[in-house]
């Protein structure tokens, strides 16, 4: 069992930076293991991707972040980071951190569906 708690949202005016945090745990878990990713959450939309990551050098954006958030892990601290700069009103979501071990299909690491563990969420509010 994985469990995975995110911190760092907040409410910030567009333009501003926010760095989340997702702390993960359980027996033998190591981001070396695991599919991990970023999702959000909008009002009255479905979720979806942000950052992907694994195996420490394997990472891949959605393109309306793409130069603006970075995703990165501590191994020491197990901890997995999405730095937002440059944020727009259109990032206005509820956040997750999500792993899995296991993705049999290269395309399905973007499909939130095909991740098994997942944080509680983190409010992140942008104004304009």
């Known amino acids: 069992q994985v469990q995975l708690v995110e911190s760092g949202g907040g409410s910030v005016q567009s333009g501003g930076s926010l760095r989340l945090s997702c702390a993960a745990s359980?027996?033998?878990?190591?981001?070396?293991?695991?599919?991990v990713g970023w999702f959000r959450q909008a009002p009255g939309k479905e979720r979806e991707a942000v950052a992907f990551?694994?195996?420490?050098?394997?990472?891949e954006y959605a393109n309306s972040v793409k130069e603006r958030f970075r995703i990165s892990q501590d191994n020491a601290r197990n901890t997995l980071s999405l730095q937002m700069n440059s944020l727009k009103p259109e990032d206005t979501a509820m956040y997750y951190c999500?792993?899995?071990?296991?993705?049999?299909?290269?395309?399905?690491?973007?499909?939130?569906?095909?991740?098994?563990?997942w944080g509680q969420g983190t409010q992140v509010t942008v104004s304009s």
């Open positions: 999500a792993a899995t071990p296991r993705l049999p299909s290269w395309s399905w690491r973007l499909d939130p569906e095909k991740y098994d563990y």
């Open positions: 359980g027996d033998g878990f190591s981001f070396d293991n695991y599919y």
């Open positions: 990551r694994f195996i420490s050098s394997i990472t």
